[in-house]
């Protein structure tokens, strides 16, 4: 059985940063392009990251390029999103997303991340 939890969010001040673990069981978690989403209240659920199967391969949304990073460690089933310099529209709840070789997606509950002084 599929299962994704994440973990990491909060509430930070403007500027500051935050690390988001997606932590996955249940599948061979190496095989699996993963990816974050956020959605943010009245809006609709928008890709922030995407990392391949090996890494080797990361796209991200216009909007938080050069200030977020994924990452995963494929030993330890997690994915990782790295957020620096934390801006008040980046307020959200935040998706983990694993898509198997057959384009088959898995979600995980989301962890909530307030921007505000």
């Known amino acids: 059985q599929v299962q994704l939890v994440e973990s990491g969010g909060g509430l930070v001040q403007p500027g500051g940063s935050l690390r988001l673990s997606c932590a996955a069981s249940?599948?061979?978690?190496?095989?699996?392009?993963m990816s974050w989403y956020r959605q943010a209240p009245g809006k609709e659920r928008e890709l922030v990251a995407r990392?391949?199967?090996?890494?080797?391969?990361?796209n991200y949304a216009r909007s938080v390029k050069g200030r977020f990073t994924i990452s995963r460690d494929n030993a330890k089933n997690t994915v990782y999103l790295q957020m620096n310099s934390l801006k008040p529209e980046d307020t959200a709840d935040y998706y983990c997303k694993a898509t198997s070789p057959e384009y088959t997606d898995y979600w995980g509950q989301g962890t909530q991340v307030t921007v505000s002084s």
């Open positions: 249940g599948f061979t978690f190496s095989l699996y392009a």
């Open positions: 990392i391949s199967s090996v890494g080797g391969s990361r």
